[in-house]
Protein backbone atom coordinates (compact mmCIF):
# COMPACT_ATOMS: atom_id res chain seq x y z
CA UNK A 1 0.00 0.00 0.00
CA UNK A 2 1.39 3.45 -0.68
CA UNK A 3 2.40 6.27 1.65
CA UNK A 4 -0.75 7.93 0.64
CA UNK A 5 -3.15 5.61 0.37
CA UNK A 6 -2.38 4.49 4.03
CA UNK A 7 -2.60 7.93 5.01
CA UNK A 8 -5.97 8.01 3.46
CA UNK A 9 -7.18 5.25 5.18
CA UNK A 10 -6.08 6.63 8.47
CA UNK A 11 -8.11 10.21 7.94
CA UNK A 12 -11.33 8.44 6.94
CA UNK A 13 -10.77 5.97 10.62
CA UNK A 14 -10.33 9.45 12.35
CA UNK A 15 -13.15 10.61 10.72
CA UNK A 16 -15.35 7.85 11.83
CA UNK A 17 -14.34 8.07 15.14
CA UNK A 18 -14.47 11.36 15.92
CA UNK A 19 -18.16 11.33 13.91
CA UNK A 20 -18.84 8.19 16.42
CA UNK A 21 -17.63 10.66 19.45
CA UNK A 22 -19.45 13.19 18.66
CA UNK A 23 -22.91 10.51 18.41
CA UNK A 24 -22.01 9.52 21.41
CA UNK A 25 -22.40 13.12 23.05
CA UNK A 26 -25.01 14.14 21.00
CA UNK A 27 -26.83 10.90 22.22
CA UNK A 28 -25.78 11.15 25.49
CA UNK A 29 -27.18 13.99 26.12
CA UNK A 30 -30.68 12.67 24.66
CA UNK A 31 -30.52 9.79 26.89
CA UNK A 32 -30.45 12.29 30.21
CA UNK A 33 -33.02 14.11 28.97
CA UNK A 34 -35.59 11.22 27.82
CA UNK A 35 -37.32 8.73 29.85
CA UNK A 36 -37.20 5.55 26.95
CA UNK A 37 -39.63 3.63 25.35
CA UNK A 38 -43.45 3.12 27.25
CA UNK A 39 -42.72 -0.64 28.47
CA UNK A 40 -45.94 -2.72 29.63
CA UNK A 41 -48.35 -1.16 26.18
CA UNK A 42 -50.12 -3.89 25.50
CA UNK A 43 -53.78 -3.21 25.81
CA UNK A 44 -55.28 -4.79 29.20
CA UNK A 45 -57.87 -4.95 31.63
CA UNK A 46 -57.45 -4.77 35.31
CA UNK A 47 -60.05 -7.87 36.71
CA UNK A 48 -59.26 -7.66 39.77
CA UNK A 49 -56.52 -6.11 42.67
CA UNK A 50 -56.36 -6.70 46.64
CA UNK A 51 -53.14 -4.91 47.76
CA UNK A 52 -50.24 -6.60 46.27
CA UNK A 53 -52.45 -8.84 44.08
CA UNK A 54 -53.53 -7.89 40.82
CA UNK A 55 -54.86 -9.78 38.12
CA UNK A 56 -54.99 -8.77 34.36
CA UNK A 57 -56.71 -9.85 30.74
CA UNK A 58 -54.77 -8.80 28.00
CA UNK A 59 -57.08 -7.65 24.71
CA UNK A 60 -57.29 -10.23 21.87
CA UNK A 61 -55.22 -9.80 18.71
CA UNK A 62 -56.27 -12.91 16.94
CA UNK A 63 -59.55 -13.82 15.06
CA UNK A 64 -59.22 -17.49 16.59
CA UNK A 65 -58.19 -18.15 19.89
CA UNK A 66 -57.45 -21.40 21.70
CA UNK A 67 -59.84 -23.04 24.04
CA UNK A 68 -57.59 -23.16 27.20
CA UNK A 69 -57.04 -19.40 28.78
CA UNK A 70 -53.21 -18.94 29.91
CA UNK A 71 -52.31 -17.56 33.06
CA UNK A 72 -49.30 -15.62 33.34
CA UNK A 73 -48.35 -15.61 37.36
CA UNK A 74 -44.79 -12.72 37.84
CA UNK A 75 -41.98 -13.06 39.86
CA UNK A 76 -42.73 -11.43 43.13
CA UNK A 77 -39.76 -9.36 43.35
CA UNK A 78 -40.20 -7.66 40.30
CA UNK A 79 -42.75 -5.82 37.63
CA UNK A 80 -44.85 -8.05 34.89
CA UNK A 81 -43.73 -5.52 32.05
CA UNK A 82 -40.58 -7.87 31.32
CA UNK A 83 -42.78 -9.92 29.28
CA UNK A 84 -44.32 -7.18 27.34
CA UNK A 85 -41.85 -4.60 26.90
CA UNK A 86 -42.65 -3.23 23.62
CA UNK A 87 -44.06 -3.89 20.32
CA UNK A 88 -41.96 -7.04 18.86
CA UNK A 89 -40.41 -7.42 21.96
CA UNK A 90 -43.22 -8.95 24.39
CA UNK A 91 -43.63 -12.53 25.11
CA UNK A 92 -47.42 -11.14 25.94
CA UNK A 93 -48.10 -9.72 22.82
CA UNK A 94 -46.55 -13.03 20.86
CA UNK A 95 -49.04 -15.57 22.90
CA UNK A 96 -51.86 -13.00 21.92
CA UNK A 97 -50.99 -13.00 18.10
CA UNK A 98 -50.50 -16.89 18.28
CA UNK A 99 -54.27 -16.75 19.64
CA UNK A 100 -54.09 -17.13 23.42
CA UNK A 101 -56.33 -15.52 26.00
CA UNK A 102 -53.47 -14.19 28.00
CA UNK A 103 -53.87 -13.31 31.81
CA UNK A 104 -51.47 -12.76 34.24
CA UNK A 105 -50.69 -11.87 37.91
CA UNK A 106 -49.02 -9.13 38.89
CA UNK A 107 -47.33 -7.96 41.97
CA UNK A 108 -47.53 -4.23 43.54
CA UNK A 109 -45.89 -3.19 46.37
CA UNK A 110 -47.15 -4.79 49.53
CA UNK A 111 -48.88 -2.14 52.18
CA UNK A 112 -47.80 -2.49 55.39
CA UNK A 113 -50.42 -4.37 56.56
CA UNK A 114 -49.74 -6.66 54.12
CA UNK A 115 -46.43 -7.63 56.46
CA UNK A 116 -47.80 -11.07 57.57
CA UNK A 117 -48.47 -12.25 54.28
CA UNK A 118 -46.77 -16.01 53.40
CA UNK A 119 -46.34 -18.41 51.02
CA UNK A 120 -49.87 -19.51 52.11
CA UNK A 121 -51.66 -16.84 51.25
CA UNK A 122 -49.76 -16.53 47.32
CA UNK A 123 -50.48 -20.55 46.98
CA UNK A 124 -53.79 -21.14 48.53
CA UNK A 125 -55.74 -18.12 48.17
CA UNK A 126 -54.30 -15.45 45.64
CA UNK A 127 -53.33 -17.95 42.75
CA UNK A 128 -56.71 -19.77 43.31
CA UNK A 129 -58.21 -16.78 43.27
CA UNK A 130 -56.61 -15.46 39.61
CA UNK A 131 -57.48 -19.05 38.51
CA UNK A 132 -61.40 -18.72 39.60
CA UNK A 133 -61.46 -15.37 37.81
CA UNK A 134 -59.72 -16.60 34.67
CA UNK A 135 -62.69 -19.77 34.67
CA UNK A 136 -65.18 -16.77 35.16
CA UNK A 137 -64.43 -14.46 32.08
CA UNK A 138 -63.06 -16.86 29.70
CA UNK A 139 -66.04 -19.28 30.22
CA UNK A 140 -63.36 -22.51 30.73
CA UNK A 141 -62.77 -24.48 32.97
CA UNK A 142 -59.64 -25.72 32.17
CA UNK A 143 -56.44 -23.32 32.70
CA UNK A 144 -52.72 -23.11 31.44
CA UNK A 145 -50.20 -21.87 34.16
CA UNK A 146 -46.90 -20.27 33.65
CA UNK A 147 -45.01 -19.07 36.35
CA UNK A 148 -41.36 -17.11 35.56
CA UNK A 149 -39.40 -17.75 38.33
CA UNK A 150 -40.39 -16.91 42.27
CA UNK A 151 -43.91 -16.86 40.35
CA UNK A 152 -43.14 -20.68 38.92
CA UNK A 153 -42.00 -21.54 42.53
CA UNK A 154 -45.93 -20.21 43.25
CA UNK A 155 -47.60 -22.03 40.28
CA UNK A 156 -45.54 -25.41 41.31
CA UNK A 157 -46.95 -24.93 44.83
CA UNK A 158 -50.15 -24.82 43.60
CA UNK A 159 -50.17 -27.57 41.12
CA UNK A 160 -48.88 -29.58 43.75
CA UNK A 161 -51.40 -28.41 46.13
CA UNK A 162 -54.42 -28.54 43.52
CA UNK A 163 -53.66 -32.06 41.81
CA UNK A 164 -57.21 -32.87 39.92
CA UNK A 165 -57.95 -29.17 40.00
CA UNK A 166 -58.44 -26.98 36.58
CA UNK A 167 -54.79 -26.14 36.28
CA UNK A 168 -54.51 -28.70 32.49
CA UNK A 169 -50.41 -27.59 31.74
CA UNK A 170 -48.26 -26.55 33.91
CA UNK A 171 -45.06 -24.76 32.15
CA UNK A 172 -42.33 -22.96 34.74
CA UNK A 173 -38.86 -20.91 33.37
CA UNK A 174 -35.83 -20.65 35.81
CA UNK A 175 -37.56 -22.22 38.80
CA UNK A 176 -35.64 -23.00 41.49
CA UNK A 177 -36.42 -25.97 43.72
CA UNK A 178 -33.32 -27.00 45.29
CA UNK A 179 -32.33 -23.95 47.08
CA UNK A 180 -28.71 -25.22 48.20
CA UNK A 181 -27.81 -25.05 44.23
CA UNK A 182 -28.21 -21.32 44.37
CA UNK A 183 -24.79 -20.85 45.67
CA UNK A 184 -24.48 -16.77 46.06
CA UNK A 185 -27.96 -16.36 47.25
CA UNK A 186 -26.84 -18.98 49.91
CA UNK A 187 -23.33 -16.96 50.50
CA UNK A 188 -25.63 -13.99 50.92
CA UNK A 189 -28.27 -15.18 53.31
CA UNK A 190 -25.92 -17.54 55.52
CA UNK A 191 -27.60 -17.61 59.06
CA UNK A 192 -24.48 -17.11 60.95
CA UNK A 193 -24.30 -13.28 59.56
CA UNK A 194 -27.58 -12.42 58.57
CA UNK A 195 -29.96 -12.41 61.07
CA UNK A 196 -33.98 -12.24 59.34
CA UNK A 197 -35.64 -12.13 62.03
CA UNK A 198 -34.42 -8.49 63.24
CA UNK A 199 -34.27 -7.02 59.56
CA UNK A 200 -38.45 -8.48 59.30
CA UNK A 201 -39.44 -7.14 62.95
CA UNK A 202 -37.74 -4.33 62.50
CA UNK A 203 -38.72 -3.19 58.80
CA UNK A 204 -42.42 -4.89 58.45
CA UNK A 205 -41.77 -5.64 54.64
CA UNK A 206 -38.24 -6.47 53.17
CA UNK A 207 -37.03 -3.45 51.74
CA UNK A 208 -36.80 -3.32 47.75
CA UNK A 209 -32.92 -1.68 47.94
CA UNK A 210 -32.16 -4.78 50.49
CA UNK A 211 -33.73 -7.36 47.37
CA UNK A 212 -32.11 -4.89 44.54
CA UNK A 213 -28.86 -5.09 46.48
CA UNK A 214 -29.02 -9.06 46.92
CA UNK A 215 -29.25 -9.58 42.81
CA UNK A 216 -26.76 -6.98 42.37
CA UNK A 217 -24.28 -9.00 44.57
CA UNK A 218 -24.53 -11.90 42.79
CA UNK A 219 -22.46 -9.84 40.07
CA UNK A 220 -20.64 -7.00 41.52
CA UNK A 221 -18.82 -6.21 38.45
CA UNK A 222 -21.76 -6.37 35.92
CA UNK A 223 -23.32 -2.76 36.45
CA UNK A 224 -19.67 -0.90 36.16
CA UNK A 225 -18.95 -3.03 32.87
CA UNK A 226 -22.84 -2.17 31.37
CA UNK A 227 -22.32 1.65 32.12
CA UNK A 228 -18.97 1.39 30.34
CA UNK A 229 -20.35 -0.85 27.36
CA UNK A 230 -23.64 2.11 27.33
CA UNK A 231 -21.08 4.97 27.14
CA UNK A 232 -18.96 3.59 24.48
CA UNK A 233 -22.47 2.62 22.18
CA UNK A 234 -24.72 5.27 23.03
CA UNK A 235 -24.34 6.12 19.23
CA UNK A 236 -26.01 3.02 19.10
CA UNK A 237 -29.74 3.88 19.30
CA UNK A 238 -30.91 -0.23 19.25
CA UNK A 239 -28.38 -0.70 21.84
CA UNK A 240 -29.19 2.07 23.97
CA UNK A 241 -32.78 1.25 23.45
CA UNK A 242 -32.38 -2.26 24.69
CA UNK A 243 -30.23 -1.38 27.48
CA UNK A 244 -32.95 1.56 29.08
CA UNK A 245 -35.69 -1.17 28.61
CA UNK A 246 -33.59 -3.75 30.91
CA UNK A 247 -32.15 -1.44 33.27
CA UNK A 248 -35.15 0.42 34.41
CA UNK A 249 -36.73 -3.02 34.68
CA UNK A 250 -33.84 -4.57 36.50
CA UNK A 251 -34.09 -1.93 39.19
CA UNK A 252 -37.79 -1.72 39.41
CA UNK A 253 -37.41 -3.78 42.37
CA UNK A 254 -40.91 -4.57 44.76
CA UNK A 255 -40.42 -4.86 48.42
CA UNK A 256 -41.50 -8.24 49.95
CA UNK A 257 -43.89 -9.05 53.09
CA UNK A 258 -42.17 -9.74 55.57
CA UNK A 259 -43.66 -12.79 56.80
CA UNK A 260 -43.14 -14.01 53.01
CA UNK A 261 -39.35 -12.98 53.29
CA UNK A 262 -38.71 -14.50 56.28
CA UNK A 263 -40.50 -17.51 55.65
CA UNK A 264 -38.69 -17.93 52.26
CA UNK A 265 -35.06 -17.62 53.39
CA UNK A 266 -35.88 -20.14 56.40
CA UNK A 267 -37.70 -22.66 54.97
CA UNK A 268 -36.61 -22.52 51.18
CA UNK A 269 -33.27 -21.29 51.65
CA UNK A 270 -31.89 -22.34 54.85
CA UNK A 271 -33.73 -25.47 55.72
CA UNK A 272 -34.45 -26.54 51.44
CA UNK A 273 -37.72 -27.91 52.58
CA UNK A 274 -39.52 -27.89 49.01
CA UNK A 275 -36.25 -29.87 47.47
CA UNK A 276 -36.59 -32.22 50.56
CA UNK A 277 -40.35 -32.68 50.85
CA UNK A 278 -40.70 -31.13 53.96
CA UNK A 279 -42.75 -28.08 53.18
CA UNK A 280 -46.03 -27.54 54.66
CA UNK A 281 -48.68 -24.78 53.45
CA UNK A 282 -51.66 -24.32 55.63
CA UNK A 283 -50.98 -27.92 57.46
CA UNK A 284 -51.06 -29.49 53.59
CA UNK A 285 -47.73 -31.56 52.61
CA UNK A 286 -46.32 -30.20 49.51
CA UNK A 287 -45.46 -33.39 47.31
CA UNK A 288 -44.39 -32.24 43.61
CA UNK A 289 -44.95 -36.33 42.40
CA UNK A 290 -48.60 -35.08 43.03
CA UNK A 291 -48.15 -33.00 39.91
CA UNK A 292 -49.65 -34.92 37.04
CA UNK A 293 -50.24 -32.46 34.63
CA UNK A 294 -47.96 -31.76 31.69
CA UNK A 295 -44.77 -29.82 32.89
CA UNK A 296 -42.22 -27.48 30.29
CA UNK A 297 -39.54 -26.40 32.67
CA UNK A 298 -37.25 -24.01 30.67
CA UNK A 299 -33.84 -23.04 32.34
CA UNK A 300 -30.71 -21.04 30.70
CA UNK A 301 -27.46 -21.98 30.72
CA UNK A 302 -25.86 -19.01 31.86
CA UNK A 303 -28.30 -18.31 34.67
CA UNK A 304 -26.36 -16.47 37.60
CA UNK A 305 -29.94 -15.88 39.90
CA UNK A 306 -31.19 -19.42 39.52
CA UNK A 307 -28.57 -21.93 38.47
CA UNK A 308 -29.26 -24.57 36.58
CA UNK A 309 -28.24 -26.84 39.68
CA UNK A 310 -31.20 -24.64 41.76
CA UNK A 311 -33.62 -25.45 38.61
CA UNK A 312 -32.55 -29.20 37.32
CA UNK A 313 -34.42 -31.11 39.73
CA UNK A 314 -38.29 -30.16 39.40
CA UNK A 315 -38.62 -32.75 35.88
CA UNK A 316 -37.51 -35.53 37.98
CA UNK A 317 -39.65 -34.97 41.01
CA UNK A 318 -42.97 -34.32 38.97
CA UNK A 319 -45.27 -36.94 38.72
CA UNK A 320 -45.93 -36.17 35.38
CA UNK A 321 -46.05 -38.79 32.48
CA UNK A 322 -45.57 -35.91 30.06
CA UNK A 323 -42.41 -33.92 30.97
CA UNK A 324 -39.57 -31.98 29.47
CA UNK A 325 -37.15 -29.76 30.82
CA UNK A 326 -35.27 -27.31 27.82
CA UNK A 327 -32.06 -25.89 28.80
CA UNK A 328 -31.48 -23.11 26.56
CA UNK A 329 -28.67 -20.57 26.37
CA UNK A 330 -29.36 -17.17 27.63
CA UNK A 331 -29.35 -16.27 31.42
CA UNK A 332 -31.94 -15.64 34.11
CA UNK A 333 -33.93 -12.22 31.94
CA UNK A 334 -32.49 -13.12 28.62
CA UNK A 335 -33.84 -16.57 28.52
CA UNK A 336 -37.56 -14.91 28.55
CA UNK A 337 -37.36 -11.41 27.20
CA UNK A 338 -35.31 -10.05 24.66
CA UNK A 339 -33.60 -11.01 20.81
CA UNK A 340 -32.50 -14.55 22.58
CA UNK A 341 -35.73 -15.25 23.85
CA UNK A 342 -37.59 -14.22 20.39
CA UNK A 343 -35.61 -16.95 18.74
CA UNK A 344 -35.34 -19.65 21.62
CA UNK A 345 -38.00 -20.00 24.04
CA UNK A 346 -40.99 -18.36 22.56
CA UNK A 347 -41.60 -20.50 19.64
CA UNK A 348 -40.85 -23.30 21.98
CA UNK A 349 -43.26 -22.42 24.36
CA UNK A 350 -46.49 -21.74 21.43
CA UNK A 351 -45.21 -25.42 20.07
CA UNK A 352 -45.48 -26.71 23.36
CA UNK A 353 -48.75 -25.01 24.69
CA UNK A 354 -50.80 -24.95 21.54
CA UNK A 355 -51.42 -28.78 20.86
CA UNK A 356 -52.46 -29.00 24.48
CA UNK A 357 -54.44 -25.65 24.39
CA UNK A 358 -57.28 -27.19 22.00
Same mark, same amino acid.
Given at each position: ????????????????? @???????? %??????????????????????????????????????????????? *??? *????????????? $????????? $???? @??? *?? =?????????????????????????????????? $?????????????????????????? @????????????????????? =? +???????????????????????? +?????????????????????? =?????????????????????????????????????????????????????????? %?????? *????????????????? +????????????????? @??????????????????? =???????
Amino acid at each position: MSETADSESIATRIRAE @VDRALQRN %IKGLEYLGSSGPRLGATPRDLLHQRGTYALYRYRPLAEEIYRVPLLL *VMA *VTNRGYILDLVPG $QSLVEFLLR $QGYD @VFM *VD =WNPPRPDEKTLRLEDYVLEFIPDAVRRVQQASGE $QEVNLVGYCMGGVLSTLYAALHAGGP @VQNLATFTTPIDFTGMKLFSS =W +ADKRYFDVDRLVDAAGNAPPELIY +ASFDMLRPADKLAGTMQLIDKL =WDDEYVKSYRMFDRWAGDILPLPGEFFRQTIKELMWENRLFNGQLKLGGRPVRLDRIK %IPLLHA *VAEHDHIVPYEASRPLV +ALAGSADKQELVLKGGH @VSLVAGGNAIKRLWPRLDA =WLGKRSI
